[in-house]
């Protein structure tokens, strides 16, 4: 802002991968696109979904409710948004704001090697 304000409007802002979180218990977090814009904006997804209160990274903290949902781009492979609901959610989502400001692939981060058993080693079952 300072910039555009002493030299001029050259620069704008950049929102693409920003993520959110609501710190409820469980946190519920979000990143860019939600199912019902992308279909707004025609674009052609997969939906990738599951409750995760059976996996080992809900089980050890005695989390009763946690999911995911991530909506993926057909033909491009684009990671359009990320949302989930978990005791690390605000972690596991800077993980996808990362990959999606990046432009990183579903299918690149789905063969990254991650510490285990980490929330962050779930991301590669997410895709």
Known sequence: MAANLLKGNHQTANYLGIPSVVF??????????RERRAREQNLRFRVQKEMTSTWYSSRRVAETYSSYKVLIEEGTDRILGA????SEAGEVINLFALAIRSGMHATDLKHMLFAYPTSGSNLTRML
């Open 24 to 33: 409820t218990i469980p946190p519920l977090a979000a990143v860019d696109l």
């Open 83 to 86: 949302h989930i609901l978990g």
